[in-house]
């Protein structure tokens, strides 16, 4: 069996990938916390699914499902409309799911985000999150 949910949201130094540091479920640990790179360890078909949720900008907002470094899933966040009420910031999300069949070997991860403080980091961590469970396997 291969499946995870991990949270949390970092962004890797030099780069613009993020990770999600908390594993909250790893079964085979086939996700890397510290790398934010799931490894394909049993091939087969995988759903795997982001959310995240950014501050209010005036600009829109994109990361990608990558695999194997490239980019294959836009999950795109657009610029809300609204600003403040009452002198509460608003908030955007988005969720994108994909399902790939991966070989062994083949790396699965969220990244080619934009700037760090457009994304929410705050005490509910789990608001953004990257999942991914094995469906079937290539026997």
Known sequence: MSA????????IPNSRDIRFPTAHFNEGND???????????????YLFTVNLMKYYQTSDYDCYIMLNGSFKVRI???????SYANGVGSYETATSSEVFKLKQGDRVQ???CGQSHDLAVSDVDAINTFSGVLIKANL
């Open 76 to 82: 795109y966040i657009a610029a809300s409309s609204s």
């Open 110 to 112: 969220v990244g080619l």
């Open 4 to 11: 995870f949910t991990a949270w949390g949201l970092q962004y």
């Open 31 to 45: 996700y890397n916390g510290t790398s934010g790179v799931f490894t394909c360890r049993i091939p087969g078909i």
